[in-house]
């Protein structure tokens, strides 16, 4: 199976407040884990990405939390901004640099 | 890092015709992709784009359908044959540059068709 599961499809978080974004998958070949953010008419764009070998990494407010036993990853996004409010996906890849993405979650962050 | 230009960024084609869209990078990369997301989903792989050789399509995709070319290391493009309303979305080019993991995204080619 090469599905990505992620959860919650939508998520409203008041400013300042933690926005928790989680994904699980099946196939133990994949070994890279990235998060997209995407506004609207954008393509995705980058926002962090992890390996199996760490069970987190942070890079400014967003922190990736890796449970490989589980086999699920999350993103968290600490102090959430209004200009946080964009869809972001999941992914997994595996050989060959192909990703497989999760389904998407809308965050909005209101005032 | 890279730079991906897509064009068109939108178009409204009648169905049974054909539409190219181009993908151009400022590098020279060593993997393209193009990807289709349907309006409010997620991202599907269409197909990796091989410089020389015929593409590698997924489950699901054939290259009647969606022929790709890729000349050389920093240009490729996608067609969408025969269109239908069903192939109505947002085409996204996008590209792993040499030694990298990362892959960056076009903004995009937004279909409509009638």
């Known amino acids: 199976q090469q599905q990505v599961k992620q959860s919650p499809q939508s998520l409203i978080v008041q400013k300042g407040g933690i926005s928790i974004i989680n994904c699980a998958y099946e196939?133990?070949?994949?070994?890279?884990f990235p998060w997209y953010q995407q506004f609207p008419g954008k393509g995705p764009a980058l926002l962090i990405a992890?390996?199996?070998?760490?069970s987190e990494k942070k890079e400014g407010r967003f922190t990736i939390s890796f449970n490989k036993s589980a086999k699920q990853f999350s993103l968290h996004i600490m102090d959430s901004q209004p200009g946080d409010s964009a869809t972001y996906f999941c992914?997994?890849?595996?050989?060959?640099?192909?990703?497989?993405f999760g389904t998407g979650t809308q965050l909005k962050v209101e005032l | 890092s890279a730079v991906i230009s897509q064009k068109p960024s939108r178009d409204i084609c009648q169905r049974g015709t054909s539409l190219t869209i181009q993908c151009q990078v400022d590098?020279?990369?060593?993997?393209m992709f193009w990807y289709r997301q349907q309006p409010g989903q997620s991202l599907t792989l269409i197909a990796t784009?091989?410089?020389?050789?015929?593409?590698?399509?997924e489950s699901g995709f054939v290259i009647d359908k969606f022929p790709i070319s890729r000349p050389n290391l920093t240009f490729s493009t996608l067609t969408v044959s025969n269109m239908s309303p069903e192939d109505s979305s947002i085409y996204l080019c996008?590209?792993?540059?040499?030694?990298?993991?990362?892959?960056?995204f076009g903004p995009g080619t937004r279909l409509l068709v009638l």
């Open positions: 784009a091989n410089q020389g050789s015929e593409a590698t399509y």
């Open positions: 992890i390996r199996p070998d760490v």
């Open positions: 590098s020279q990369v060593t993997m």
């Open positions: 996008s590209v792993v540059t040499s030694g990298g993991e990362t892959q960056y």
């Open positions: 196939n133990t070949a994949f070994d890279y």
């Open positions: 992914a997994a890849g595996g050989g060959g640099n192909k990703l497989t």
